[in-house]
T-cell receptor
Framework: EAQVTQNPRYLITVTGKKLTVTCSQN?????MSWYRQDPGLGLRQIYY???????DKGDVPEGYKVSRKEKRNFPLILESPSPNQTSLYFC?????????????FGPGTRLTVT | GEDVEQSLFLSVREGDSSVINCTYT??????LYWYKQEPGAGLQLLTY?????DMKQDQRLTVLLNKKDKHLSLRIADTQTGDSAIYFC??????????FGAGTQVVVTP
C-alpha cells in the first residue's frame, strides 16, 4: 500500500531535549516536505527536499533541521525544542513527474513541549 | 508570495448543500486543491482543478474557479455526517510550492 508513515504519532517532551520525528514514504517520490499545523494558521511549510541531499527552508524553518540521506526518509530534528514548537506536524511527499503536484500526507505527529 | 484565505467555520444540515469559499492572491497559480482532514488523521486530497478550467465535477463535489476574482469554491451536494471535517484550500505558487489556507471546519447537524 502506497503510504507516508511518521513516528512517533504522539510525543510529550521537555524543553531542550533533542528529538527526531521520522518520515518514510514507499512511493519512490523525489519531493518531501514537513509542515506544522496550528489552529487558525493552516499548514505552514518548515523544510522541503527536492531529492537526496537537496534540502531547503520553507516558511518557518527556525528551530528545525532536516536531512535527506536516502530517498525514502526525511527526518525532522528539533535540537533544542521549545514550547512554541508544540504543534501537529505532517510529512508529505510527491512525485516530480506528477503533473498536478499532488502531495501525499502522513498521519501526523502531535508534539507537546513542556 | 501566495496568500490563501478561507472562512473558518461552516455549519450545515444533513442533506443540504455545503459551499466552502477560498480566495488566493497569486494569479500565476497553476493548480488549486481541496484537501479534507478528518479528526486525528492526515490530509486527504479531495479534488483539484487546473487553472485553465472553470469547473470540475466529481460525484457530490463541484469545484468552481473564478480566475478573474481569484476565487475558488467547493460545493458538496447532499451533505452527510461523514463530511464533517476540516477542509483546506491550497494553491501552487509560481515556484510550484503549495500554500494552504487556514482551513474551514465543517459541522454537519442532523
Amino acid at each position: 500500500e502506497a503510504q507516508v508513515t511518521q513516528n512517533p504519532r504522539y510525543l510529550i517532551t521537555v524543553t531542550g531535549k533533542k528529538l527526531t520525528v521520522t518520515c518514510s514514504q514507499n512511493m519512490n517520490h523525489e519531493y518531501m516536505s514537513w509542515y506544522r499545523q496550528d489552529p487558525g494558521l493552516g499548514l505552514r511549510q518548515i523544510y522541503y527536499s527536492m531529492n537526496v541531499e537537496v534540502t531547503d527552508k520553507g516558511d518557518v524553518p527556525e528551530g528545525y533541521k532536516v536531512s535527506r540521506k536516502e530517498k525514502r526518509n526525511f527526518p525532522l530534528i528539533l535540537e533544542s525544542p521549545s514550547p512554541n514548537q508544540t504543534s501537529l506536524y505532517f510529512c508529505a511527499s510527491s512525485s516530480a513527474s506528477s503533473s498536478s503536484y499532488e502531495q501525499y500526507f502522513g498521519p501526523g505527529t502531535r508534539l507537546t513541549v513542556t | 508570495g501566495e496568500d490563501v484565505e478561507q472562512s473558518l467555520f461552516l455549519s450545515v444540515r444533513e442533506g443540504d448543500s455545503s459551499v466552502i469559499n477560498c480566495t488566493y492572491t497569486d494569479s500565476s497559480s497553476t493548480y488549486l486543491y481541496w484537501y479534507k482532514q478528518e479528526p486525528g488523521a492526515g490530509l486527504q486530497l479531495l479534488t483539484y482543478i487546473f487553472s485553465n478550467m472553470d469547473m470540475k465535477q466529481d460525484q457530490r463535489l463541484t469545484v468552481l474557479l473564478n480566475k478573474k476574482d481569484k476565487h475558488l469554491s467547493l460545493r458538496i451536494a447532499d451533505t452527510q455526517t461523514g463530511d464533517s471535517a476540516i477542509y483546506f484550500c491550497a494553491a501552487t505558487d509560481s515556484w510550484g510550492k503549495l500554500q494552504f489556507g487556514a482551513g474551514t471546519q465543517v459541522v454537519v447537524t442532523p
